[in-house]
């Protein structure tokens, strides 16, 4: 087994025992970086925006709701429940966040971008499915394995760009098991800033990565 194989699991498995999801103290208490923020299950979970204005809000259902602080009023969003164990992550300037969604299971993360336009939510699929596709074929996947987790792990100091953590699942992997890369994406258009080899990605984050993928 590559040594980096179970990182994923480790954490999202942790994080979904049943002592941890029943405590909704944890909520919101930093994930494998400060830049990430623990959603526990069936708690009422509350993130506020760097800028003091905005309350992301992860109610005991996964249903997604962002409240202005001063006038309590909603922003418009339509999309489906978070499913922890997740972590989230506001940007800097307060304008987008991200969900790494374990859509239940604790097996797997869904990267899920929302960026904040005007009184509305609008949720952002796209990066996800172009991480995507770049490792598959940086990888020269078989069409039969299975698609990559795809993480965020955090922000530039700017909030004009986000970073992702791009791994192969456990069963079925694209490449080697445990293996991936990182990549680096403006928040404005969704593009690739930097493509990073996994050694590479080690070298540059390692502030904001798990410490399981430095072990041997």
Known sequence: MPKVAFFALFVFLKLSSNSFAQNCALSGTPGWSEQLRNVI???????????????????????????????????????????????????????????????????SSAFRLFRIRDSRIEEDGATARKAVVLYRGQFKCSPSAVDPNVWGMGWTPDGFRFHLLVQATV?????????????????????VFEMLSEEATRRQFHTILPREVYSN
């Open 41 to 107: 299950a069936d708690c009422d979970n509350r993130f506020v925006s760097p800028d003091g204005k905005l309350v992301l809000r992860i109610d005991i259902k996964g249903k997604i709701r962002v409240i202005e602080v001063a006038s309590q009023r909603k922003l418009r969003i339509h999309s489906r429940a978070v499913e922890p164990p997740a972590m989230v992550s506001w940007s800097p300037n307060s304008d987008a966040f991200f969900v790494n969604d374990g859509e239940g299971s604790g097996m």
């Open 171 to 191: 069963n079925q992997p694209c490449g080697e098991q445990g293996s991936f890369i990182g990549m680096t994406i403006k928040l404005d258009d969704g593009s």
